[in-house]
């Protein structure tokens, strides 16, 4: 009882004292400037050009306490011994260039790069297309969003089970063992099988993200506008060529939106290879790897060298991100 | 695509089919974790989830009753008792662990020194020698035992009353509900004077917000882990 009075106490500190800051900054920024009086236009001048700093001002400080900070500090750690502190030049680079786990971690997740994302937009747009022109497609289309509620770890457990390995004579309890030998195959460890164990993880993330495609995309494919359609309709288009040509083009922008915040998701994956694989069998990716030598090897210099890589493969989609916010802007 | 002029598809039915497909192939896993979750521990490492319906055999080893519990029957010393505490089904027995299943229920079997056993389908046992039981313990029964679908809420039961749970539960929401409001509000307000106020550095400021969207947690978790 004690405990649920000290989690509602610390919920309403917490929520509270944010929207103070925002109510009370804006009440004395009003009070300091009053919009009345003889300078009422010289006050609201003045007001103006700070209540945007006002509003900015935690969303300026978190960004930079959080997300600011660490990128130069790991930038610092790269260049220094595993404990951080002495420094070390360039040691860390030679280091993980010249680990062949590492160049396993660098090809795999190029492979999760290209795979992922193209197959999850695919079954994304697919299921949208699909389920649009049903009568059942929104129950059918929660179904499919459903895996997006669940945490990585727990769609681990979920494939676990899919997965699973018994050896030969006894029942197979995973469901994908239990279908290949029905078709008279031997069953397989599948999570120990280089190179194709990768596919199987890929899988996972693909199963939980369609979902999010499939939301995204549906909303665009409604927001296409019905002439032309129609007009497309009357011109005596199949079912098909309205699909590619009418509608896949108008809603472009859209799917590149979905690929590239799946593209930065897959970059950052690490629970599903750490609860399936663990980065063994040839199935390691840069993100777990970094977190191994964080906390397993204790290696900040490494680790950080090794989140520097990963940064250095998202800066083309941010910058891409960058250009595009900017397009909009104008 | 309702309402639109001649659009009545012939393929509805193919459209119908491939959904149907998607749904069970994105359902599937989940439904054999809910599935398994209402089993019971020990059938669930030994037969799959979509056989849970049905009945499964289980390899058991049981020990008779101690020798001291024997009775004297004519010429025979007698152990008798049931392998199962509850209810079950004997659907092979055997007296050696290399081979379990040699006798069908009700058959005797014929043990060293002259002992039998012979086990019923009911899982009652009966072992008699023609001298009196000597050994320590009673001796081991290896049987198959069909087992009847079930279905139990003991794994929910050993999950919510588990030490700490309570505790879980509210860490939580602690973490959820806060985390999910506070950058809501920082975040629209930041919006709000992004895109309806003119400052100086406006530019700047969106580029590098939507740029930082991109770090990896990697970069943030291990320099914020060190300096912890």
Known sequence: MEQLIWAVVTMAIGVGVCLLYFWGSNRVLDGIYPARGPQAGANILRANAVRPWLFLGPAIVILTIYLVYPVFNSIWLSFTDPAGRAFEGFANYTQLFGDAKFAESLRNNILWLIVVPAASTFFGLLAAALTDRIAWGNFAKSLIFMPMAISFIGASIIWKFVYDYRGEGSDQIGLLNAVVTSFGVEPQAWITLPFWNNFLLMVILIWIQTGFAMVILSAALRGISEETIEAAVLDGASPLQIFWKIKVPQIWGTIAVVWTTITILVLKVFDIVLAMTNGQWGSQVLANYMFDKMFRANDFGLAATSALVIMAMVTPIMIWNIYEARKDMK | ?228
């Open chain 2, 1 to 228: 695509m309702s309402g639109m002029a001649g659009q009545k598809s012939s393929l509805t039915w193919a459209v119908n089919l491939s959904v149907v497909a998607l749904v069970l192939l994105w359902t599937i896993p989940t439904f054999g974790l809910l599935v398994s979750s209402f089993r019971d521990a020990d059938q669930l490492s030994v037969s799959g989830w979509w056989t849970s319906l049905t009945t499964t055999d289980r390899n058991i080893v049981a020990r008779a009753a101690a020798p001291d519990s024997q009775v004297q029957d004519g010429d025979v010393w007698v152990i008798a008792g049931n392998i199962f505490e509850g209810e079950g089904s004997v659907s092979a027995f055997g007296v050696r662990a290399q081979d379990p299943t040699a006798f069908a229920p009700g058959e005797t079997a014929e043990m060293s020194k002259g002992r039998t056993m012979t086990v019923e389908a009911d899982g009652s046992y009966r072992i008699t020698s023609p001298e009196e039981h000597s050994s320590r313990r009673g001796p081991r029964i290896f049987a198959t035992s069909a087992e009847p679908p079930k279905f139990t809420t003991q794994n929910y039961n050993t999950v919510l009353y588990s030490e700490g749970i309570g505790r879980s539960f509210l860490n939580t929401f602690t973490v959820t509900i806060p985390a999910t409001i506070i950058p809501i509000l920082i975040a629209a307000f930041a919006a709000y004077a992004l895109s309806w106020m003119e400052f100086p550095g406006r530019a700047l400021l969106l580029a590098m917000v939507v740029g930082l969207v991109g770090c990896a947690f990697a970069d943030v978790a291990d320099p914020t882990s060190q300096a912890l």
